[in-house]
T-cell receptor
Framework: EAGVAQSPRYKIIEKRQSVAFWCNPI?????LYWYQQILGQGPKLLIQ????????DSQLPKDRFSAERLKGVDSTLKIQPAKLEDSAVYLC???????????????FGPGTRLTVT | QQQVKQSPQSLIVQKGGISIINCAYE??????FPWYQQFPGKGPALLIA?????SEKKEGRFTISFNKSAKQFSLHIMDSQPGDSATYFC??????????FGPGTRLSVLP
C-alpha cells in the first residue's frame, strides 16, 4: 500500500512570496489533515477535510493560508504572502474515517520543510 | 485544557536500558492516547496506542501505562536500542475531536 505522498520535500522562499504544497493521501482515505510542525514542537492541526468538505479550519490563519481538496482526493495548501514565522515542516496525513468515528489511526506523509528568509 | 504536557524534553539512555517518557492531560473527554515515533526527515508514525478502559498495553518492547485518575500516561521502551533514537510524541483525542500533540521528547540511545 502506497503511503501519503507530499511535494515538494523542501522549499526556500523569501518573505512576502507565495508557496504551495501538494498532498496525495492513501487511496480510499476519506479524511485528510494538514499540520504545521515548528522545530522542536509537536504537530499542530491547520485544517481537516472529510472528502472534499472542510471539517475543521479553526487554527488556519485564513488571512494568508488557504487549502482545497478537489474531488475529495489530492489537496493543496497555499501560503500567500509568507512570513518568517511560517518556517516549519508542513505535514499531510490521512485516515479512513472521520473525526466523529473510531477510525482514529492517521498516516503521515514525509512533510515539506519550508524555510522563509 | 486542550494541552498535552510531555517530559522530559530530551533523554539519553544506554543501549539495553529502559526509556521512560511521561505525558499528562487535563481534558477528561480524551479517550484515545497514541504515541508517535518520528525519525529525522520523516513524518510521525503510530507506535502504540491505548484507550482509558485499560491500564497497560504492551507491544514488543514498547509499553503504555495509563493512570486515568491522575490523567497521566507514559511510554516505556525496554531494552532500548540505537535504532530507537528518534523523537517521540504523545497525543490525545476525544470522540469527535482532533488530535492534540505533546511537544515531543528527543531520545538518544548510546551504543
Amino acid at each position: 500500500e502506497a503511503g501519503v505522498a507530499q511535494s515538494p520535500r523542501y522549499k526556500i522562499i523569501e518573505k512576502r512570496q507565495s508557496v504551495a504544497f501538494w498532498c496525495n493521501p492513501i487511496s480510499g482515505h476519506a479524511t485528510l489533515y494538514w499540520y504545521q510542525q515548528i522545530l522542536g514542537q509537536g504537530p499542530k492541526l491547520l485544517i481537516q477535510f472529510q472528502n472534499n468538505g472542510v471539517v475543521d479550519d479553526s487554527q488556519l490563519p485564513k488571512d494568508r493560508f488557504s487549502a482545497e481538496r478537489l474531488k475529495g482526493v489530492d489537496s493543496t495548501l497555499k501560503i500567500q504572502p509568507a512570513k518568517l514565522e511560517d518556517s516549519a515542516v508542513y505535514l499531510c496525513a490521512s485516515s479512513l474515517g472521520a473525526s466523529g468515528g473510531y477510525s482514529y489511526e492517521q498516516y503521515f506523509g514525509p512533510g515539506t520543510r519550508l524555510t522563509v528568509t | 485544557q486542550q494541552q498535552v504536557k510531555q517530559s522530559p524534553q530530551s533523554l539519553i539512555v544506554q543501549k539495553g536500558g529502559i526509556s521512560i517518557i511521561n505525558c499528562a492531560y487535563e481534558n477528561t473527554a480524551f479517550d484515545y492516547f497514541p504515541w508517535y515515533q518520528q525519525f529525522p526527515g520523516k513524518g510521525p508514525a503510530l507506535l502504540i496506542a491505548i484507550r482509558p478502559d485499560v491500564s497497560e498495553k504492551k507491544e514488543g518492547r514498547f509499553t503504555i501505562s495509563f493512570n486515568k485518575s491522575a490523567k497521566q500516561f507514559s511510554l516505556h521502551i525496554m531494552d532500548s536500542q540505537p535504532g530507537d533514537s528518534a523523537t517521540y510524541f504523545c497525543a490525545a483525542r476525544g470522540y469527535g475531536q482532533n488530535f492534540v500533540f505533546g511537544p515531543g521528547t528527543r531520545l538518544s540511545v548510546l551504543p
